[in-house]
């Protein structure tokens, strides 16, 4: 038996961040989910067919006094969720997981969805940066050209202090 898009989904996310290993990332489950549609409803984005998700992305709005911390290595991606004020008026936005069944790859998925969230959080934020802590090359390079699209600086956390 084959598995659906959900477990397909689920595999990978575990596969990439191994997020069970590091206390440090954010685990996302039902709460911080719910937490960041509360942050802003453009936070968390999917595409779908008929068997289920095939790509989702997340994204942390925030200040830029957080976004320095984390990228300095003051807090962890968990205290930069946890620190991220609600109802705050953010500045910059975390690039925070973008993953895509490996059949939907190089179509554009995750470009298409991440754009299409950062421009709905900058229509009620005054977003000025966008950062990420990228885990792959492909992360990296995506990230950068996410940030040339919407026209807007790109601040990446390097892997080892």
Same mark, same amino acid.
């Given at each position: 038996?084959?598995k659906?898009? %959900?477990?397909?989904m689920?595999q990978?996310?575990?596969?990439?961040f191994a997020?069970?290993?590091?206390?440090?990332?954010?685990?996302v489950?039902?709460?911080?989910?719910?937490r960041?549609?509360?942050?802003?409803?453009a936070?968390?984005s999917?595409?779908?067919?008929?068997?289920?998700?095939?790509?989702?992305?997340?994204l942390i709005?925030?200040?830029?006094?957080?976004m320095?911390? %984390?990228?300095?290595?003051?807090?962890?991606e968990k205290?930069?969720f946890e620190?991220?004020?609600?109802?705050g008026?953010?500045?910059?936005?975390?690039?925070?997981s973008?993953?895509?069944l490996?059949?939907?790859?190089?179509?554009?998925v995750?470009?298409?969805?991440?754009?299409?969230?950062?421009?709905?959080?900058?229509?009620?934020?005054?977003?000025?940066?966008?950062f990420?802590?990228?885990?792959s %090359?492909?992360g990296?390079?995506r990230?950068?050209a996410?940030?040339?699209e919407?026209?807007?600086?790109? %601040?990446?956390?390097i892997?080892?202090?």
């Amino acid at each position: 038996m084959s598995k659906n898009n %959900f477990e397909e989904m689920i595999q990978l996310a575990e596969d990439v961040f191994a997020v069970k290993n590091d206390p440090s990332q954010l685990d996302v489950n039902e709460d911080v989910i719910a937490r960041l549609m509360q942050l802003h409803s453009a936070t968390v984005s999917e595409k779908e067919d008929e068997g289920g998700p095939v790509a989702w992305i997340l994204l942390i709005p925030t200040t830029l006094e957080l976004m320095n911390q %984390f990228l300095q290595y003051e807090i962890s991606e968990k205290e930069l969720f946890e620190m991220t004020p609600m109802h705050g008026e953010y500045e910059a936005i975390y690039l925070c997981s973008a993953l895509v069944l490996e059949r939907y790859r190089r179509q554009g998925v995750a470009q298409t969805l991440a754009i299409n969230a950062i421009e709905n959080i900058k229509k009620s934020h005054p977003i000025k940066a966008l950062f990420v802590w990228a885990f792959s %090359f492909e992360g990296a390079r995506r990230s950068k050209a996410i940030a040339q699209e919407v026209a807007m600086p790109l %601040f990446e956390r390097i892997h080892s202090k």
